[in-house]
């Protein structure tokens, strides 16, 4: 039987786009599956990267855009992996394509409809500090710049289960501003869920992180101005909500006092996760920069564990960082509550041995990296194994890590544990050499692959 | 429903206003507190040198005392004897050398391997009784009175004994909630009142006492709830050195969850003894008319 040279790529963040680009430069087609309806992942979030501030919006949307136009990729933006059967060379994969109730041959991405759209949801994008309209692009820089309706808020897919339903009372409104205003007429209510079904010789795994909701912390609280790390990257970049104006969630007041926690959930066996996130250190390090650049007035506060810099260039950001006067406790916080307009941070100071309590106007968490959500399925869908937090498993941790237990299926980015975006990079390319080499042999025999 | 129930010192001097409406309001409610016979001292502080096995002694007496009873369960009001108590429970249940150590110096008793199970009222309260039945007891609701909870240290920590959350606990509120009193979110509900350091250090405990009673006071409060005699002598004895030291601050009534238990499922206001309480509770309780006034 012989090896389909052709690629499943699933995970459309920075691992999955790096992964993709190189297996379709090297000649073969790539599906990119994307659950959600851009691809960017987490990285597209950012306000600026570290270790040398530049913006996603200059590094990443390049890549992006050439996703979007590879001869060789073809695209599936919200879309999800449902079955997978078959072995490496030869697996056969359905895709459920979600029905995004606009025909995207028509749509132009003009914006028309999601400014006139009347529904306002929290944005996914913009991690709740910002609203989107129930038909949306997730940003501006999205690819495909194609709108989707949220079936769930749209107010018409709302009147339209009410009608079904049968049920007695007032009716929702019928709305259809969208289709009334769309100039190219790509509104198309009766498009349904679709399954496609694909066969791959290789199938790489890019699905990437979340964050650890803050409430696992009931310590740190519930408060509007207690954030984790990637609301704040919002609130700080420049393309964002706030413009890059610094606004804190509650009353829209620019604030004077950050404090930021490290290992937020993170190496925190009792009752967070035992791994470090690995990013942490650099990102806050980077927010408390950006947060003096943006408030020249501004203090900022960082409680630690261990500042942990380890790549190229980040021990010198990490200094800088220090220089340009933001303080560093060695300690964990305790507690963190609202007292009237500020909120207070209780935490220790090892160093000096005293307890320490800090004032704040914004509270920023490290919260610990965790596997995205969904991929403990989607690992039970693919055949391999996880650990105990849920990140996919490597057939080496030293010397295979780029495989996982599977053979044919290979791992890239912080699916396979916390990692950066330099790394992200990295490994996406290693996974794309994997799947290369896998083509390059090509024939498969019962005794194994040879080459034809 | 007979409970075995082991008192401690501070609830036969101090604490009456605890005892009393605690056995009282239980009553009611269809529990028979059954005092322990021949109960001794519970350690008071549960002594974390690794040899110090000596100081164990007299917690795990009390709990043979307790299977002597015939009874597999034992409930305390003070939340320093449920700590003490239970832990030197999970001693004798985790390790088996000091278990045997410790059984072999007592040579009257029987043998102590973890047969008793120590619980806190308010656990009795969440678990057996059932706030639904706690809510269909109550016959004088609470109304208009605005309380945050206190925990203090001994009842969530260390996490092997928490009755609750250990960051997070709710089950004060939830009681609260029952008995028709507001219950305002307090962020330092689990803070340390000063414990023993009232003896060594009584101004470090001024300090801690402002920082608790200041923000009960900023937050609205009416009362602060508590459950630990030693967290109602510093909260409470301290709140004239509080007020001389800070001027906001212009006092603070304290009380036993149990009174206000007492008094919501119809036990006489002379019973909850609120005149032993720190900090003007039976004038705010009538102010508010939920005791009668004063003839």
Redesign the interface.
Known sequence: MRVVKKALVIGGGVAGIQAALDIADGGYQVILVEKTPSIGGHMAQYAEVFPTLDCPQCILTPKMVDVGQHPNITLLTYAEVQKVSGEVGNFQVEILQKARKVDHTKCTGCGTCWQKCPEKIPSEYDAGVADRAAIYIPFAQAVPAKAVIDTEHCRYIKYLDFMESGAEGKKPPQCRICERLCPAGAIYWEQEDEIITEQVGAIVVATGFDLMPVERLPEYADDPDVIDGIQFERILCPGGPTAGVVHRPSDGKTPKEVVFVSCAGSRDPEHGVPHCSRVCCMYLAKQAMLFKHAVHDGQTHIFYIDTRTTGKGYEEFLQRTMAEGTVYLRGKVSRIYRDGDKIKVMGVDTLSGKQVEVSADLVVLGMAMLPSIGSQELADRLGITTNEQGFFTENHIKIDPLESTCPGIYLAGAAQGPKDIPDSVAQGSGAASKVLGLFARSEKTPEGLTVS | MDLSYYPGCTLKTKALNFEDSAIAAMAVLGVNLVELPRWNCCGTVYSMADDDLAHHIAPVRNLVRVAEQGSDRVVTLCSFCYNTLKRADLLMRNSQEKRDTINSFMDDEIDYDGQVEVVHLLEVLRDDVGWEAIGRTVKAPLEGLKVVPYYGCTLTRP?GVAID????PTVLQDLMKVLGATALDF??ATECCGSFEIVSDPDAVVERAYAILG?AQ?KGADAIVLSCPLCAHNLGQKQAEVADKYSDFTGMPLVYFTQLLALAVGVSPEVCRFDLSFGGVEALLRERGLIPQRV
């Open positions: 996490q959350s250990v960051e997070n962020p330092l923000m900023r």
